[in-house]
């Protein structure tokens, strides 16, 4: 539509806007201009969902079986350990969430309204659609608004498409099938003005506008279970099974052997509690909490505690480009002028760097005249400005021309003591139909003229009737070779402007009219947005590790691919690894799952696109980690395995449907991630695989003696006092566990691959049956030579601690021996085993323990035995893992 049909259709005025009374209607109306909240729910509902977990549920039902049958310290045992474990969660999730709404108090937006004829600056969230808005570089846009006037106006708009360029905006009617990154008579919410000057009339605002669009595409998604938390709910699944079919077995050999019903049940009941691994969730939730922190100290804010053991088991990351694996900030990086071509070094807007000729050597301003004045006119037609805070360097104005301002102080240009000796008197403002920049500067001390321009190249060169030479005298311009020179610099993904002057002397006027032919040519300035120094080396760390790393964007395919070549995201062979948005939208169905698999580059994409790519790699059988900053990432952040946003450039939907937050805004700290959520995923194994021996092996123990007609070897609250004490003082030792070397060079796990191997489950038996063999041949030994039978079952009680505290630095690695990672590696262990030695002495000699738990005190002859007998299960493992090392 017209601009004037869009102001006839929505009630308003273009230059009065709404009246104050009309607007308070619409408010009423239309509701303010929001996103909806995020369900996140209550306090009710985060406490809630620290119970949604199937071992709790197992734990819970334990713990109100033992309570009916009036074994109530049982009970409030396993009461306490599902308590402690949601107390955990929950504090974890609320401060993850408070570091998130401190970054969402920073995007607060003012937005100057005109109502009543009257500008004002009111809060965003009071817009309504038909009010008249008033933009200016610098400006946030508030609302989605159709242009009504502009001056030169430029916005950025990366964190909706993607597009890393700032485009340029006109009044034009454009067909209805139009792209929202292509449509220039619009400015939408979340974007940022970067130049000129505008007005528009607010067509959508809240949910409504573009960006809420894709909230609700965000709703859509499915949030997916981690890998960690499949396996476990699987592995839980499998075990209540074992568990509960292991139960009714002992509780029908009883029956049938002719003993009493209830004690039998009771004893049942005894072996379920103590085959149950109490200690598991709270060792999962601690061990995620301190992969949590090891990540915030490497600059990185987790939503969801499985979300850092999910990067352990990555198999794809999906990066967005602008911001992520680049620095967002436009540099000049090669300057070409008529007699040479100069490298620029240094990245973004930090004033460093040098400019060398093709030998390397430094290229002062007073050596190559061409050079010189080709700096001179990026920095002088320029309305950029640059400023440092907090130690970062903050562009004012246009990328392209902070770029320039940059480049021109690496060259020894001051444009400040320029202007001093030469203000500018006036100026023609760039502009689409233009495409060139041109300003007016008069000597101080002489009085004559200068004319600086800087534009497109074929633009500029159309107004050029000579070039510049290194020694400043000009000659013929050669068109074609400065043609082709640009063609070979937009080749590599560069974006390439032309510098032009007419020098001070020459008498001609300052109009569009008079500039044609009285320009010389001074060279062309190339630049893109650069890539970050830790990117590269990061996604080899990740191809390294097995990681395929794909870039997504929605800027033009030239500029991804060659981001994309520097960085090895693309390897030597690009055939049918680069792909549009348009190369996708004509893939037939069948090749679509394909061809996403084998591309690394998908340039100029849309959220819908982004989102059907994420999904399509996971039905191949991957697991999706997808970094991105913008509204458009939105959506494939929500359906991600894994969804990481920036915190510095990222918008608020981005981190409302991300699981992490990279308070750096940089790709190295995925890889950092990866390796701290496969040494999480390494230690949660160590903690299952070091505990489910025990707890088999009492169950085994009970099951043996109700099998066998005997007395039991442990009585429940004995069992109760294993798992909890070795649990919590051994067991969670290896959640400290340092990282394991070569860590991030073995591939991800297979998503599909189970928790614990053959080869694991093999050595659980193994241990549990030493387990069982021991605290039955001891109980039954100490029997015979005259021990009571409390002195009995305090020797096997014992013995499960001592063998499990050996077991315990077995487990610090489960293929190499306890000596490879090193004694002092981890001197939480040391710490833990010198704790449950004192609690062994404590429930062994104590008199008080003693009463509480039926045990009585032993000598040092037992002690002994129990120490031969661990020593000897210590070397069974031993090797045990040497014979099967190449299983694991």
């Known amino acids: 539509m017209s601009s004037h049909e869009v102001v006839l259709l929505l009630q308003t005025d273009p230059r ?319 300057v070409w002028t008529p007699d040479g071509e100069f490298t620029v070094t240094g990245s973004g807007y930090r004033p460093e760097g040098e400019i060398a000729d093709g030998s390397g050597v430094p290229a002062g301003e007073a050596t190559n005249k061409a050079l010189h004045w080709s700096l001179l006119a990026g920095a002088g037609c320029n309305d950029a400005r640059l400023g440092e805070e907090n130690g970062d360097w903050v562009l004012a104005g246009d990328p392209t021309e902070g770029a320039m301002l940059v480049v021109a102080g690496k060259g020894g240009i001051d444009r400040d003591r320029f202007e001093e000796g030469c203000p500018r008197s006036a100026t023609i403002p760039f502009s689409s139909e233009r495409q060139y920049m041109a300003t007016l500067h008069g000597e101080r001390d002489s009085g004559r003229e200068v004319v600086l321009v800087k534009g497109s190249v074929e633009r500029v060169l159309s107004m050029c009737r000579t070039e510049m030479g290194a020694d400043g005298h000009r000659r013929p311009l050669d068109a074609e070779a400065v043609l082709r020179s640009a063609e070979i610099l937009a080749g590599r993904g560069l974006r390439v402007l032309a510098t032009a002057v007419r020098p001070a002397g020459e008498s001609a006027g300052f109009s569009e009219a008079d500039l044609p032919g009285t320009l010389s040519l001074t060279g062309l300035q190339a630049m893109l947005d650069p890539a970050r120094s830790a990117a590269g ?114 918008t608020e939907v981005a981190k409302e449907a991300a699981d992490m937050v990279l308070t750096d805004d940089d790709f190295a700290t995925i890889e950092a991630a990866v390796e701290e959520g496969r040494g999480v995923f390494d230690n949660l194994t160590k903690f299952i695989v070091w505990t489910l021996p025990t707890n088999l092996g009492e169950g085994l123990v009970i099951f043996v003696a109700i099998l066998l007609g005997a007395t039991l070897p442990l009585l429940p609250t004995q069992i109760l006092w294993i798992n909890m004490t070795t649990a919590v003082l051994l067991g969670l030792m290896l959640a400290f566990e340092p990282k394991e070397a070569g860590i991030m060079r073995r591939p991800p796990r297979a998503p599909r691959r189970p928790l614990l191997t053959g080869a694991l489950v093999v050595r659980i038996m193994l241990v549990a049956t030493l387990l069982v063999a021991g605290a039955w041949w001891l109980f039954q030994w100490e029997q015979d030579r005259g021990a009571g039978v409390a002195e009995a079952r305090t020797a096997a009680l014992n013995l499960f601690v001592v063998v499990e505290t050996f077991y315990l630095f077995s487990c610090r690695s489960l293929i190499h021996s306890a000596w490879h990672v090193g004694l002092f590696s981890n001197r939480w262990i040391l710490a833990g085993v010198a704790l449950q030695a004192l609690a062994q002495l404590s429930i062994t000699y104590l008199p008080v323990m003693n009463t509480v738990f039926n045990t009585a005190p032993i000598g040092g002859d037992v002690w002994l035995r129990i120490l031969v007998i661990a020593a000897a299960a210590a070397a069974v493992v031993a090797l045990d893992k040497r014979l099967r090392r190449h299983l694991m």
């Open 537 to 650: 080396p990061a996604v080899q760390a990740c191809h390294t590790a097995g990681i395929g790393v794909k870039m997504i964007t929605g800027d033009h395919a030239a500029t991804a691919t060659a981001i994309a070549a520097h960085l090895g995201v693309l390897g030597d062979d690009h055939e049918g690894r680069v792909l549009t948005g348009r190369d996708l939208e004509a893939l037939p169905a069948d090749r679509f799952p394909e061809a996403v698999d084998r591309a690394a580059v998908f340039a100029r994409v849309s959220p819908e696109q982004k989102l059907r790519l994420v999904e399509t790699l996971q039905q191949r059988g991957h697991v999706v980690a997808v970094t991105g900053d913008g509204v458009n990432d939105a959506p494939a952040l929500r359906q991600a395995n894994i969804g990481i946003a920036m915190a510095r450039s990222g």
């Open 16 to 334: 009065r806007g709404l009246s104050g009374e009309e607007a308070a209607r619409r408010l009423e109306r239309y509701g303010r201009n929001v996103l909806p909240a995020a369900g996140g729910g209550g306090v009710l509902r985060r406490v809630s969902r620290q119970f949604h977990h199937p071992l709790i549920y197992v734990l819970v039902a334990a713990a109100v079986i033992t309570a009916v049958l009036d074994e109530y310290v049982d009970s409030a045992v396993i009461f306490g350990v599902v308590l402690v474990n949601a107390a955990i969660g929950y504090v974890q999730e609320s401060k993850a969430e408070s570091a998130l709404e401190s970054l969402r108090s920073m995007v607060r937006t003012e937005a100057r309204v005109v109502r009543d004829g009257q500008e004002r600056v009111i809060s965003s969230d009071e817009l309504v659609p038909g009010d008249l808005i008033v933009l200016e570089a610098g400006d946030k846009v508030p609302v989605d608004l159709r242009l009504v006037r502009l001056a030169e106006l430029r916005v950025d708009e990366s964190a909706l498409t993607g597009e890393s360029v700032p485009v340029t905006k006109d009044e034009a009617e454009l067909p209805d099938i139009t792209e929202v990154a292509d449509r220039r008579n619009m400015v939408y919410s979340g974007t940022l003005v970067t130049a000129g000057s505008g007005a528009g009339v607010t067509v959508a605002t809240g949910a409504e506008t573009e960006l809420g669009k894709i909230h609700r595409l965000v709703g859509t998604a499915e949030t997916l279970a981690t890998p960690l938390t499949r396996k476990l709910a699987r592995f839980s699944k499998v075990l209540t099974v074992a568990i509960l079919a292991l139960a009714v077995v002992t509780f029908g050999a009883g029956v049938l052997r002719g003993q009493d019903a209830t004690e039998t049940f009771t004893a049942a009941i005894a072996l379920a509690v103590g085959a149950i691994p109490e200690g598991l969730p709270a060792a999962v939730t601690i061990t995620l909490a301190i992969g949590v922190t090891r990540m915030a100290r490497r600059r990185a804010v987790i939503r969801r505690l499985p979300a850092i053991e999910t990067l352990g088991s990555t198999t794809v990351i999906c990066s967005d480009k602008t911001g992520t694996l680049t620095e967002n900030q436009m540099t000049v990086r090669t």
